[in-house]
């Protein structure tokens, strides 16, 4: 059974493609993947030689490598999780934002559609539904709000594939997933970069008060339940996907700087993001009950490892930190270079 992942070289994606080939004997799995700043090949480089993956590089909005590409091999199922997946960087420049998310949804439905593809899953994000007040989730049945150009893009892919079922009958899914953690992830995202920071001395960047909500789920858990909608969702069908660990980002800064064993000096408090989402949580309990699916890992167990991971791969995180990460880092942070951001406690 040949499996279409798209965006296997990020951070979700590469977890996705190793979990895939570990608990689907019969998958072959092929990666497409452009390779942006965000996409590491290296993420995979455990599975050089293995006859069951493959790379592909290409772009999802490109028509004629899509077609070519689904010409030439029987997909099985399309697992779509290639994006721009930044905010702050939507916010700085929204057209890869529609051309990746939005385009390059509609050409690979396009070519499912052409090609007769079994199984679409549309990996979602709970952004599309815009922000919570104090109270309350989001269900599958809450209103498309989106407030940032990036969660704008991922809602109207959301709003192609459901089109694409209702229209033409395609067997599509998608998943809405919240805030995930785990190895691997590009340390521009809070977790990552709190702890790469951290871990060089650095102080950490908080937005505004620090006391927007986001709902953390591991991303082995994510991974679980995209393989659970996959097998078992019903076509046409939305699934949300979340940790159930809200957390306010403050207390998570907390919790990294003790991993780190620094002091709350390690804080700098910056300018807000605009249109900054207050608050994100998830009622998972729909794919709780259709799939069996629920999140397993424990949240200071699984930040605990994700610490340590970063702490064992500083070559990873320093072939990252060099080049296009250093002028973003300073365009981002408003002009201060790593460098001059060191604290002494
Ligand atoms: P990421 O930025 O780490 O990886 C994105 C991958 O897509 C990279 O490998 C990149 O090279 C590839 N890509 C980008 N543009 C492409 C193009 N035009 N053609 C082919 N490949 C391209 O993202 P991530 O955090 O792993 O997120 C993966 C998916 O999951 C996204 O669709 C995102 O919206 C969704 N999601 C992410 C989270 C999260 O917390 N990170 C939560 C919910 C949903
Ligand atoms: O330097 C920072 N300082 C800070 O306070 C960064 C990078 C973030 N933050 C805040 C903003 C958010 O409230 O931390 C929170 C998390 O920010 P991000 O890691 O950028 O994630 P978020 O914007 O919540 O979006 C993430 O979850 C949903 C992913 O990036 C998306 O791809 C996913 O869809």
């Given at each position: 059974m040949r499996i279409l992942i798209t965006g296997g070289c990020g951070f979700i994606g590469s977890n996705l493609v190793r979990y895939l080939l570990h608990h689907e004997p019969a998958a072959h799995v092929v990666n497409l993947d452009l390779?942006?700043?965000?996409?590491?090949?290296s993420n995979l480089a455990d599975l050089a030689g293995d006859s069951r993956y493959e790379l592909v590089r290409a772009d999802v909005a490109d028509r004629d490598a899509v077609r070519e590409l689904f010409r030439g091999r029987k997909f099985d199922s399309v697992l779509h999780l290639a994006a721009e997946s930044h905010v702050d960087r939507s916010i700085h420049d929204s057209t890869p934002f529609i051309r990746t998310n939005v385009v390059g949804t509609q050409v690979l439905l396009d070519a499912a559609k052409e090609f007769g593809i079994r199984r679409f899953v549309q990996v979602s994000?709970?952004?599309?539904?815009g922000s919570l007040g104090p109270s309350g989730l989001f269900t599958e049945t809450t209103p498309l709000c989106p407030s940032s150009p990036y969660s704008a893009s991922k809602a109207a892919a959301d709003l192609l594939v459901g089109a694409y079922h209702h229209t033409?009958?395609?067997?599509t899914l998608i998943t809405r997933c919240s805030n995930n953690y785990g190895p691997y992830q590009f340390p521009e995202k809070l977790i990552p970069l709190f702890i790469s920071n951290l871990l060089r001395g650095e102080q950490v960047p908080v937005y505004g008060d620090g006391l927007n909500v986001r709902d953390w789920i591991h991303v082995e858990d994510h991974c679980a339940g995209i393989v659970a909608v996959w097998r078992s969702g019903r076509p046409g069908e939305v699934y949300n996907l979340g940790g159930r660990c809200e957390k306010t980002n403050l207390a998570l800064t907390h919790e990294l700087i003790a991993l780190a064993g620094r002091t709350f000096a390690a804080i700098r408090y910056v300018a807000d993001r605009p249109g900054h989402d207050r608050r994100y949580a998830i009622d998972c309990s729909k794919a709780e009950q259709e799939l069996g699916w629920t999140p397993k890992v424990d949240f200071s167990v699984g930040l605990r490892e994700t610490f340590d991971w970063y702490r064992a791969h500083p070559a990873w995180v320093e072939s990252i930190r060099n080049g296009e990460y250093r002028s973003y880092y300073e365009r981002q942070y408003g002009g201060k270079t790593a460098a001059n951001t060191s604290v002494s406690e």
């Open positions: 390779l942006t700043y965000a996409g590491n090949a994000t709970d952004e599309v539904y033409f009958g395609m067997p």
